[in-house]
């Protein structure tokens, strides 16, 4: 090795290890329990190979090849799943940024910082709750008999009977979307925020200077200020794209909207833990961590391109 | 630089606030209707019309919550876990985020590639159950806190902020003899405590909200359940019945006790909201720059 050369690299990688052995001893139990609960279970994905029958054991088992896969492919369940995952996740995708950037947008505009500050706290405070409550209120709020939804369009007129909301697929996919919107975009708007505070105050006055308004100077000035934050922000969710929201989607489904809320989550949820067919369902979540990982790589190759060309 | 509102300018104040105003009414709705409810005489509510007051007071409600001992059992089981998780996950947290910050440090590049990537990828919810099985995790309480001692988002917060700090602090301690544990918990800690407090908050809440693991890991221990666990059990059993009316289901508890799920599942989203809801006014002013620090700095 050309080691000699650099004064640097005199000691070797494992003098450098002894050096550091303090830092070594306090990370390396971590290390092993990142592979232990992060790696290992990757090693089970054999099942989705395999029969697996808990008497048996995974080694026991029997092979059946890409049966299981064959199975989940040709299951008319699994690609209603799919699709219910792909429109769940984009509706939810559009409607949380476009509500962020709004009220990102709107706040900034407040001067008054005592108002400005309230509203802000009042906004996050859902995302501090959990689904298990949100679901909750979502619940109270949309039932025929109480909710305040029904009395608000009944006294105004314009429905005449309480709508179940809760029982009706297409509206199931848009309470999905904007109960998510009332519980985080409080939340998702702090980074655009953040971003908006960092655009030089020069750039407003001399938007003045031009004769812009109020609203020109979002339009020219603010909303490309944060354009960067917002493409990164969308290129990364792409990986989330087979992500609609377990826990949400769990907590709000009932039987009368089955066809439109199974998504693949609950879908292994409902085969592997409820029905044993652990390998049928580890097939099936294999096939979402792989189509994601996937995604992953696809966004973060756009990301590194985009932020390339915009720091240049 | 002085100069007269516009017209333009009036309106776009007007939307603003109106429509501020009414992003704060219905965040803030939906909380006090439940608060309301929670306090009015369960038969009384079924009539309709609580809005954000009571008509009838009653602690009748929470009374019931109370004196049932599974979910008085419930409420000490979730703050268990929710100060040890957020206590241990703090340590641990620490002891990872330290190393990776050090720019000289050798192994800093595999190890935090090893960690960062496991923010991408999951092997799913079938392995995960039977890793657990084979570790003998299920039907324990360290079901909770084991798999959740280590965040990656929480690592990354505290590293960018221990990266912030000056490394001549480190330097100068190391030169003064200290070691690297005396170093982390001396004199990195104590600087670190904004971030540590934003990572406690997001730790404590995960914990204090979390019941997919009661559901899927510890559903056959009744002693392990968790509250956001028993408000799930009470909701499941009104989304069930969605079309029918739930309040009058259970009508055998309804005669006997006066009360109604609704006003059981009020009152228990109370109980299960309250301590969040208490704790987050002291904690917020280190949040936003934790959440900007995590996010906008790692790009």
Redesign the interface.
């Known amino acids: 090795m050309d080691a000699v050369y650099y004064n640097e690299s005199k000691k070797t990688f494992w003098q450098k290890v002894k050096d550091q052995k303090e830092l070594v001893f306090m990370i390396f139990p971590f290390v092993l329990y990142v592979i232990l609960f992060h790696y290992i279970p990757l090693w089970w994905w054999v099942i989705a190979f395999k029969e697996y029958r808990p008497f048996q054991g995974v080694w026991g088992s029997e092979w059946v090849g890409l049966q299981q896969f064959k199975d989940l492919f040709s299951d008319s369940g699994f690609w209603l799943a799919m699709r219910n995952t792909i429109v769940i996740s984009f509706l939810k995708l559009i409607t949380s940024f476009a509500a962020a950037i709004l009220l990102a947008l709107m706040l900034n505009e407040v001067k008054n910082m005592l108002f400005k500050r309230t509203i802000q706290t009042i906004s996050y405070l859902p995302h501090f709750v959990s689904w298990v409550v949100a679901a909750s209120i979502v619940i109270s709020v949309l039932s025929p008999e109480s909710g305040i939804l029904n009395q608000i369009l009944m006294s105004l007129k314009i429905i005449k009977q309480p709508i179940v909301w809760m029982g009706e697929g297409h509206y199931f996919w848009w309470i999905l979307a904007l109960s998510n919107v009332w519980k985080e975009t409080g939340w998702n708007a702090i980074v655009y925020l953040a971003a908006m505070t960092s655009i030089d105050p020069e750039l407003y006055d001399a938007a003045s200077v031009d004769g812009c308004g109020r609203l020109q100077k979002i339009r020219y000035v603010t909303l490309p200020g944060i354009a960067p934050t917002i493409s990164m922000l969308l290129i990364l969710n792409v990986g989330w794209l087979l992500n609609a929201g377990f826990e949400q989607v769990l907590l709000l489904r009932n039987p009368l909207v089955q066809d439109y809320s199974q998504i693949l989550d609950t879908y292994v949820l409902d085969y592997g833990i409820t029905m044993y067919r652990y390998s049928y369902a580890t097939a099936a979540g294999m096939f979402k961590s792989v189509v994601s990982i996937l995604l992953v790589l696809f966004a973060n190759k756009v990301a590194a391109k985009l932020n390339a060309s915009t720091v240049v | 630089?002085f100069r007269k509102k516009?017209a333009?300018?009036i309106i776009?104040?007007l939307v603003?606030?109106i429509?501020?105003?009414f992003?704060?009414i219905?965040?803030?709705?939906?909380?006090l209707?439940?608060l309301a409810?929670s306090f009015n005489d369960a038969l009384d509510?079924?009539r309709?019309g609580?809005?954000i007051w009571p008509r009838k007071w009653t602690l009748k409600n929470y009374e019931i919550i109370v004196s049932n001992p599974q979910i008085y059992n419930a409420a000490l089981v979730s703050v268990a876990r929710t100060v040890l998780g957020t206590v241990l996950g703090i340590i641990?947290t620490m002891?990872?985020a330290?190393?990776?910050s050090?720019k000289?440090?050798?192994?800093r590049r595999p190890?935090s590639a090893?960690?960062v990537l496991?923010m991408?990828?999951?092997?799913?919810?079938?392995?995960?159950?039977?890793?657990y099985r084979s570790l003998g995790l299920l039907n324990t309480f360290w079901v909770y806190i084991v798999?959740a001692?280590?965040g990656m988002f929480n690592v990354v917060v505290v590293r960018s902020y221990i990266e912030s700090l000056p490394s001549s602090l480190i330097e100068s301690a190391k030169i003064d003899g200290a070691?690297?544990?005396r170093i982390?918990w001396q004199i990195i800690f104590p600087l670190t405590l904004p971030a540590v407090a934003t990572i406690a908050l997001f730790i404590g809440?995960g914990h204090?909200?979390?019941?997919?693991d009661v559901y899927?890991f510890n559903s056959q221990r009744p002693d392990l359940s968790t509250l956001?666990y028993e408000?799930?059990k009470i909701?499941a059993s009104?989304?069930?019945q969605?079309?029918r009316?739930?309040?009058y289901q259970m009508g055998a508890m309804a005669e006997t006790q006066q009360v109604t799920p609704?006003s059981v599942?009020?009152s228990m989203?109370i109980v299960?909201?309250a301590p969040?809801?208490m704790v987050?006014?002291f904690l917020?002013r280190y949040f936003?720059k934790g959440?900007?620090l995590g996010?906008?700095k790692g790009?």
């Not at chain 2, 991408?120 to 890793?131: D, M, N, V």
């Open positions: 630089m516009t333009e300018d776009v104040d603003v606030y429509s501020l105003i992003v704060g219905v965040t803030l709705y939906p909380f209707n439940v409810v509510t079924v309709g609580i809005y641990c002891f990872v330290y190393p990776l050090r000289d440090f050798v192994l190890f090893i960690m496991t991408y990828f999951g092997a799913g919810l079938i392995p995960t159950y039977l890793l798999p001692l280590l070691s690297e544990f982390l809440v204090w909200n979390s019941w997919f899927i956001q408000l799930q909701l009104v989304s069930m969605v079309g009316n739930p309040d609704n599942r009020a989203t299960a909201t969040i809801i987050y006014p917020q936003v959440l900007t996010s906008v790009e």
